[in-house]
């Protein structure tokens, strides 16, 4: 009777401990991606409203990033696609491991393609940008080498903080989406910061 009991109960907890392993794996592919391991623009999507709400209502900061890889189709055409998930990949690692260095206020996503958010709880956007800037100049130390060759990887950005009269998130994201686009139209290799951009090299 014992051995039967016993045997009952490492059979459920083989099957829990597999149910809790598909769980986990149903959130990985739901909110992370999967080439990076990183959040993903439905992770994303699924906090931005809270985000908001929260940030808007007791009126204290919170900055969205919004970069993309300047011209990184020449990549997977020059090199291959299997060189342009390299590129991404190192891209997310030298983001992730940069802000664990620097701060514990950023959360970042990919958000498609090549382009990726990042949210800033509790900083300005002028605390950003020297963030971002510095990362961007460290990652000129590290390039990425690709069969012996270093690979010239740059980035255009967008920083807008949320504002007062922020009426819904979209609004604040819409706005992080041209400064973006300011940045690329300026030259790539740019960082627009509330309608001012300047060049990473300065």
């Given at each position: 009777?014992?051995?039967?009991?016993?045997?009952?109960?490492?059979?459920?907890?083989?099957?829990?401990?597999?149910?809790?392993?598909?769980?986990?794996?149903?959130?990985?592919?739901?909110?992370?991606?999967?080439?990076?391991?990183?959040?993903?623009?439905?992770?994303?999507?699924?906090?931005?409203?809270?985000?908001?709400?929260?940030?808007?209502?007791?009126?204290?900061?919170?900055?969205?990033?919004?970069?993309?890889?300047?011209?990184?189709?020449?990549?997977?055409?020059?090199?291959?696609?299997?060189?342009?998930?390299?590129?991404?990949?190192?891209?997310?690692?030298?983001?992730?491991?940069?802000?664990?260095?620097?701060?514990?206020?950023?959360?970042?996503?990919?958000?498609?393609?090549?382009?990726?958010?990042?949210?800033?709880?509790?900083?300005?956007?002028?605390?950003?940008?020297?963030?971002?800037?510095?990362?961007?100049?460290?990652?000129?130390?590290?390039p990425l080498v690709v069969d012996g060759q270093s690979l010239n990887i740059t980035v255009s950005m967008g920083i807008t903080a949320l504002q007062p009269t922020d009426p819904d998130f979209n609004t604040w994201l819409n706005r992080v989406d041209k400064a973006l686009y300011q940045a690329k139209q300026q030259g790539r290799n740019r960082?627009?910061?509330?309608?001012?951009?300047?060049?990473?090299?300065?």
């Amino acid at each position: 009777m014992f051995s039967a009991y016993m045997w009952f109960i490492h059979w459920l907890v083989k099957r829990l401990t597999a149910f809790i392993d598909h769980l986990v794996h149903l959130d990985q592919q739901a909110n992370y991606d999967e080439l990076t391991g990183i959040r993903n623009r439905a992770n994303f999507d699924s906090i931005s409203a809270s985000v908001f709400d929260f940030y808007q209502t007791r009126q204290l900061p919170v900055t969205v990033v919004m970069f993309d890889i300047d011209h990184f189709k020449q990549f997977n055409d020059q090199y291959g696609h299997l060189t342009g998930d390299q590129v991404l990949k190192h891209i997310t690692h030298l983001f992730e491991q940069r802000l664990l260095k620097v701060t514990s206020h950023g959360q970042l996503f990919r958000y498609g393609g090549e382009e990726f958010v990042i949210l800033f709880r509790g900083l300005t956007a002028s605390d950003v940008q020297k963030i971002m800037v510095s990362i961007v100049q460290y990652g000129r130390q590290t390039p990425l080498v690709v069969d012996g060759q270093s690979l010239n990887i740059t980035v255009s950005m967008g920083i807008t903080a949320l504002q007062p009269t922020d009426p819904d998130f979209n609004t604040w994201l819409n706005r992080v989406d041209k400064a973006l686009y300011q940045a690329k139209q300026q030259g790539r290799n740019r960082v627009t910061t509330e309608k001012t951009t300047q060049t990473f090299d300065d």
